[in-house]
């Protein structure tokens, strides 16, 4: 399935700087960053349930907000690119 993955961590405290920095990373193991807190995500439903525990784990409920947009079948393919935006491999292996 292919996904649209957004997070705002309030990062007004160390603590919040922290949650920002986990989120990243979990969602660096996931897809490609396309913008700050923006990523393109190609995962089964395994890896999304596990994807969104990581999630659920990080956040403070208070203070963070993830949204995920599931999108159509080739929805990726269909993007329309404004500006410096690249494209993204999105069949190519994920490397750490």
């Known amino acids: 399935m292919q996904l649209l993955l957004t997070y705002d961590v309030s990062t007004i405290d160390p ?10 990373k979990l969602c660096e193991g996931y897809g ?7 990523f393109e995500i190609t995962c089964t439903d395994a890896e999304l ?3 969104l525990d990581g999630a659920n784990r990080i956040i403070d ?4 907000s993830v949204r ?4 159509p079948a ?14 993204v491999p999105h069949h190519d292996p994920l490397i750490m």
Do not use: C, W
């Open 74 to 87: 080739n929805g990726f393919t269909a993007l329309y690119r404004i500006g410096n935006a690249k494209p």
């Open 32 to 38: 490609h960053r396309v913008q700050k807190s923006v």
């Open 49 to 51: 349930l596990t994807l």
């Open 61 to 64: 409920p208070g203070e963070d």
């Open 15 to 24: 603590e919040g700087r922290r949650r920002l920095r986990q989120m990243a």
């Open 68 to 71: 995920i947009y599931r999108l």
